[in-house]
């Protein structure tokens, strides 16, 4: 199983629409998650940090599963600049420990 | 300003020829690292500095070798060029392991 795993997409949803992506971790003992957005040939942009309680910023809302091992990103109400490639991010303890995952593209569609 | 910024933007060159990237980060961060993100978007760490120490220093050809004169500097020079070298190279600092990282814009590296 590999340390980090998202379903690459393309996700194609309508502009108005809410859409979610999950990320599997398989280390048990991690302890930070983040999300990145990356536009194309752009670099990555830290979007949200993830709490173990979830959070919420605007539009986007970050939850945490511990017990599935997975965390998950939900967009409300998609916008067209909401499409880029959504990289999720976990820390099992230390510099060493840090894994991007591969991305899942959303393309939003008006 | 630009938080981290990266230079040179673009690098197209000749297989053999030796390289060098610069990164500087404004951030105040005590660490640094660079990252090469491949044509199948997989970020791989290559190579991690805090407070001018390598601490990270993953299985990379050691034709590329980082450098860190302070903390808010960390360059990376490729000797001997190979085709397989193309790819985007990110610099990106961070406050510590558990903070989010700030990336450069990243440098296209082409070699011909």
């Known amino acids: 199983r590999k340390e980090v795993e998202q379903d690459p997409g393309p996700f194609n949803v309508p502009e108005g629409a809410t859409v979610a992506f999950n990320c599997t971790y398989s280390n048990s003992a991690s302890q930070s998650f983040f999300w990145y957005r990356q536009d194309c040939r752009k670099e990555p942009k830290l979007l949200m940090s993830v709490y173990s309680s979830g959070n919420e910023d605007g539009r986007f809302t970050a939850q945490l599963n511990r017990a599935s091992q997975y965390i998950s990103l939900l967009i409300r109400d998609s916008k067209l600049s909401d499409s880029a490639t959504y990289l999720c991010v976990v820390n099992a303890g230390g510099y060493q420990k840090v894994t991007f995952g591969t991305g899942t593209k959303l393309q939003v569609i008006p | 300003d630009t938080a981290v910024s990266q230079t040179p933007k673009y690098l197209v060159t000749q297989m053999g020829n030796d390289k060098s990237i610069k990164c500087e980060q404004n951030l105040g961060h005590d660490t640094m690292y660079w990252y090469k993100q491949d044509s199948k978007k997989f970020l791989k760490i290559m190579f991690s500095?805090?407070?001018?120490?390598?601490?990270i220093n993953e299985t990379v050809p050691n034709r590329f070798s980082p450098k860190s004169p302070d903390k808010a500097h960390l360059n990376l020079h490729i000797n001997s060029l190979e085709l397989g070298d193309s790819a985007v190279y990110f610099c990106?600092?961070?406050?510590?392991?558990?903070?989010?990282?700030?990336f450069g814009s990243g440098t296209r590296l082409t070699v011909v």
């Open positions: 500095y805090n407070n001018k120490e390598l601490i």
């Open positions: 990106a600092s961070s406050q510590a392991a558990d903070y989010g990282y700030t």
